[in-house]
């Protein structure tokens, strides 16, 4: 007599009201893809000056390396989102990792600057469909605390990717020497993502209604689209030294005002748009998330960036050297990241006007006491108030996003939190080019120590318009509606 077919917690239905048995499982497999894809924003940092030499060309040139990427993953954000909540995470999240994969071999493999740049273009594009997969994912197997607590993970993730990118980056370098390291950077994407893909086909559900999907909303998506290349190119421009591309802000206004009144029309006529903008009247948490998160990224990202520079122009240090100094700041969001996901429940707002005060004070020592001492005392002198600089910023990623997108329906979870994202991509490429050419500037002017100090102040600066933002979202959310 034959036997049944044993059912597994992947086959087995669920209703609305029963959580998806695997999800943690699940959550663990984004969770990877998300790592691996915010990952190669930052690991290329430290691999700059071994790009330049082993393919012999400009600094702007190589700079497009790391700017491409920014540009073209801010610009598929809001669309991946949309298109996962239309046809299926899964299904994204393949597509996104076939193209992710390839586009790392070609990085790997390309005999010239100019074909490493187009696939580093190819490989933001991947990403951007990627990574707004994982926040939809949440929102559609988590509820209420859990929900804090996977975000939580989430944040974890963003911090790590952001923070352990020059320490990946330098080892490899370390290890196998500048000339095969640089290219090992971008090829041991190849494995991780095929076995991650092979996870995601068989874990990650796919659509729960079979119906034909609606019409997606393709010219929302070209103006908002226009509308971000208009912001970003001209930010990314400046990390490589042009200036003409200053021009195209001017387009910024233009094609934001025709994107919110073809979306306010789509809704008008009872079609599904790219974003819905009600949200943001409706839900005054999600404006004011994104205020916080934008701002929050442009002060954050570009610390790496500058410190890495200046360990290894001005101090002369190794790449794993540099990276080794600034793991603290990972550190400290590894322990920060999953307790407040858990606590942003009872806390709210207040959890991320803390954790930004205390990361402004780790930011405020490493200004005040890094510049000028010796390359021996930086890890006394450095890596501590990058530690405390971790343990606040591990605590404002998650509760941003948890409170953020709580109140936002899934089904358009990863509009919204692409939207979301955006904000991150933009303000990181904002923040990348104010302290790039702060630190320029100064540098060229004084010397690298006054470079990083200025640039780490400017830092500074930037997060208190961001501890402002969270007390503005903290002082809404305490109104009654």
Known sequence: MSEEPVETHEDRPTTSDEPNPARWRILAVTLVVGFMSLLDVTIVNVAIPSIQKG??????????????????????LVAGGRLGDAYGRRRLMLIGLAGFVASSAAVGLAPTAELVVVARLLQGASAGLLTPQSSGLIQQLFSGAERGRAFGYFGLTVSLASATGPLLGGLVIGLVGEELGWRLVFLVNVPIGVVAAIAVARMVPGRED???????????????????????????????????????????????????????????????????????????????????????????????????????????????????????????SAITSPLAGRLVSTVGRPLTVIALGVMMVGVLGAALVAPGRPTDDLWWALSPFLLLAGLGGGAVVSPNITLTLQEVPPRMGGAAGGALQTGQRIGSSLGAALLATTYQVVAGRSDGDAGIQVSLLVALAVLALALAAAVLAWRTARQPR
Do not use: M
């Open 55 to 76: 393919l012999d060309t400009s600094a702007s040139t190589v700079q497009w390396v790391v700017s491409g990427y920014a540009l073209t993953f801010g610009l598929t």
């Open 210 to 332: 079979d119906s034909t999907p609606g019409r997606i909303d393709t010219l929302g998506a070209a103006l908002l689209g226009v509308s971000v290349l208009c912001l970003l190119y001209p930010l990314v421009s400046l990390e490589s030294g042009a200036r003409w591309p200053l021009g195209l802000l001017v387009g910024v206004p233009v094609f934001a005002w025709a994107f919110v009144r073809w979306e306010h029309r789509e809704k008008r006529l009872g079609h599904d748009p790219l974003l819905d903008l009600d949200l943001l009247r409706r839900l005054p948490g999600y404006g004011n998330g994104l205020l916080v998160g934008t701002v929050y990224f442009t002060g954050f990202t570009g610390v790496f960036l500058v410190a890495s520079v200046w360990l290894q122009d001005a101090r002369d240090v190794s790449a794993l050297h540099a990276g080794l100094l600034l793991t603290p700041f990972a550190l400290g």
